[in-house]
């Protein structure tokens, strides 16, 4: 339930900013639609991966550490992700 208040927070926050995903412009149809959800799953999907990877090797992981971590990494892949386009690269 988290993860979905999360992620909807995020595509309306973010909406314009999630619009311009790379390399939507070179699909059409159903693969665009695809792509547009998928990257940003994609993003969520690494930035959980990599608080699993803290939670295991953590000796102590808290939950405040841990959405820490993940709000971090989902923040940083989405900068990695999303910037080159918005930035003109």
Known sequence: MAL?????AKFLVLSPVL?????LDRM???LAV???WAVPLAVVALAG????????HSARAS???AFFVFALSDTLLTFGVYGPSLFGG
């Open 28 to 30: 059409s149809g159903v």
């Open 34 to 36: 695809l792509w547009y």
């Open 4 to 8: 979905g208040l999360y992620l909807s």
């Open 49 to 56: 991966l990599v608080v699993s990877v803290y939670t295991r």
């Open 19 to 23: 619009a311009q995903v790379p390399l």
């Open 63 to 65: 939950l405040f550490g």
